[in-house]
């Protein structure tokens, strides 16, 4: 029995989270592309929730969306009230349901929210 055996040396562990970490931050990015472009609803990712995007704050998926910056990010989930830091993935039900449902209220004032019209002003 002269049998040898090949050792493979592992992977360290700081290698392997990094890899990992890149991978999430690719899909994160295509994630956020998508959106930007209106290929992907933002309902639909907060409703589903992918694994790539339950670590990602709420304000950053938001601002993924075209002529969505900080400032309409915040006064926006001030109205739920949600801290912007808030990730996808620690959300309730009850949360993505509201946030959906806000969102969707955005988009038939074609994307000029409530609070954004100046008074007197009208939405022609």
Same mark, same amino acid.
């Given at each position: 029995?002269?049998?040898?055996?090949?050792?493979?040396?592992?992977?360290?562990?700081?290698?392997?989270?990094?890899?990992?970490?890149?991978?999430?931050?690719?899909?994160?990015?295509?994630?956020?592309?998508?959106?930007?472009?209106?290929?992907?609803?933002?309902?639909?990712?907060?409703?589903?929730?992918?694994?790539?995007?339950?670590?990602?704050?709420?304000?950053? @998926?938001?601002?993924?969306?075209?002529?969505?910056?900080? *400032? %309409?990010? #915040?006064?926006?989930? &001030?109205?739920? !009230?949600? $801290?912007?830091?808030?990730?996808?993935?620690?959300?309730?039900?009850?949360?993505?349901?509201? @946030?959906?449902?806000?969102?969707?209220?955005?988009?038939? *004032? %074609?994307? #000029?929210?409530?609070? &954004?019209?100046? !008074?007197? $002003?009208?939405?022609?």
């Amino acid at each position: 029995m002269n049998a040898t055996a090949t050792i493979v040396p592992a992977v360290p562990q700081h290698l392997r989270a990094l890899q990992r970490a890149n991978e999430v931050r690719l899909a994160r990015a295509e994630l956020k592309r998508a959106i930007a472009d209106g290929e992907m609803d933002i309902a639909e990712v907060i409703l589903d929730c992918p694994p790539e995007a339950q670590s990602m704050a709420v304000a950053d @998926l938001l601002m993924s969306q075209r002529r969505w910056g900080q *400032t %309409r990010c #915040r006064r926006f989930l &001030a109205q739920i !009230p949600m $801290s912007e830091k808030k990730t996808l993935g620690s959300m309730t039900e009850r949360q993505r349901r509201a @946030l959906v449902k806000m969102l969707a209220a955005v988009r038939a *004032t %074609r994307m #000029r929210p409530a609070w &954004a019209i100046e !008074p007197g $002003s009208t939405l022609s």
